[in-house]
């Protein structure tokens, strides 16, 4: 019984066109976020929401829009791709404790976008 | 939070103690050290995390400084799968989880 589900797990489309990647989680958490994990293996946070609220929301391009339609999902969509959104993105969530973010974050198996 | 510092890569005999070590000199009191890993092709998967004391878990210890400076985390008893990349962490309650370029281990038989 997968803890935080994304798909798809593969993706690949032309440079220009839309597309969206999903994630669920079933662990009951009040955070979700978004990593991407590029070429050479950096991860980096992108967005953050808790309890549908966006909370972190890094210098990324607003061709990205996180939507989160209920604390157990947090989707992702990208507009117009472009070669350099090429990487593998990562959903996560975590339980807040004392009204904080605890480190301790539960990802899933990864996205693996490919721009053509 | 505080910037970390990790060697790039390590190896470690199957079945011996792999010990990965972990700079933070400029940790705050309020910081946690936290570790990561990430097995090829997979998320990230949290192994452990501690503030002042040292603390134990069913996959890892973790040993931090009196002064907090740095950290250790130690598999004792290494298999082929421990092969990944070990991500430390100074991290703030409430914070971003910020990952560094952690420390390629590589488990040999």
């Known amino acids: 019984d997968t803890a935080v589900s994304q798909t798809p797990k593969y993706l690949v489309t032309q440079m220009g066109n839309d597309k969206s990647i999903k994630c669920e989680q079933n662990l009951g958490h009040d955070t979700m976020y978004w990593y991407k994990q590029d070429s050479k293996k950096f991860l980096k946070i992108m967005f953050s929401y808790n309890n549908k609220e966006l909370i972190i929301n890094e210098t990324v391009p607003n061709r990205f829009s996180p939507k989160s339609p209920d604390k157990a999902h947090l989707n992702l969509h990208i507009n117009s791709l472009e070669l350099g959104d090429s990487a593998v993105y990562f959903c996560?969530?975590?339980?807040?404790?004392?009204?904080?973010?605890?480190?301790?974050?539960?990802f899933g198996e990864g996205s693996r976008l490919t721009v053509l | 939070d505080a910037k970390t510092t990790q060697p790039t890569s390590m190896d470690c005999a199957e079945g011996r103690a792999a010990n990965l070590p972990c700079n933070h000199s400029t940790i705050s009191g309020n910081e946690y050290v936290y570790w990561y890993r990430q097995i090829h092709s997979q998320g990230p998967q949290y192994i452990i995390h501690g503030l002042k004391n040292n603390e134990t878990n069913e996959m890892a210890s973790l040993i931090i400084t009196e002064d907090r400076k740095s950290s250790t985390l130690i598999l004792p008893h290494a298999t082929l799968r421990d092969t990944a990349v070990y991500y430390c962490i100074a991290f703030n309650q409430g914070g971003k989880l910020i990952f560094g370029q952690g420390t390629e281990l590589s488990v040999k038989p």
């Open positions: 996560a969530s975590s339980q807040a404790k004392q009204f904080a973010n605890t480190g301790e974050l539960f």
